[in-house]
């Protein structure tokens, strides 16, 4: 048998080895939880500009007193947004997309929606999306007003 001193000595080693790994493992647990950090930022700061872009569809009296319906894009950005379109639902063939172009940044463009969607009108209201992002990034928000990167999940 040992003495009380080797029993000492194996016990200090032991308390060591685990406090070594204990520090490690919080080390780990931590460099990963700011890991998950910062990819949350950065998935933040990829998805501010597409933020702040809206559409929608809202009725408007022309200067000679007719009505008409209009699709009204606002970029609230600093940024333009590029490669702008509308998709017209119940359209299949190439006339499918109402396409917009660039939208400057802080402006609302308007463009001339459906006339026969006029007897439907009730209220504004929000309608599909796409554009290019001053990124390059393609994104799409629906009529829910869900944003999404295209070719991604909805979030």
Partial sequence: MGSASDW??????VFSAVGTVGAFTTGFVLLRREHRREADRSEDERRAQAARISAWVEMYV?????????????NASDMPIYEVELPLPGKSDGDGVEFVGLVPPGQTIRRAAPQEWL????????VEIEFLDSAGRR?????????????????
């Fill in 8 to 13: 000492v000595s194996a016990g200090a080693d």
């Fill in 119 to 126: 007897r439907t009108y009730a209220e504004p209201e929000p």
């Fill in 62 to 74: 022309r200067t000679d007193g007719r009505k008409e319906l209009a699709f009204h894009i606002h």
């Fill in 139 to 155: 994104w799409g928000r629906d009529e829910q007003g869900r944003l999404r990167q295209v070719g991604q999940v909805a979030v």
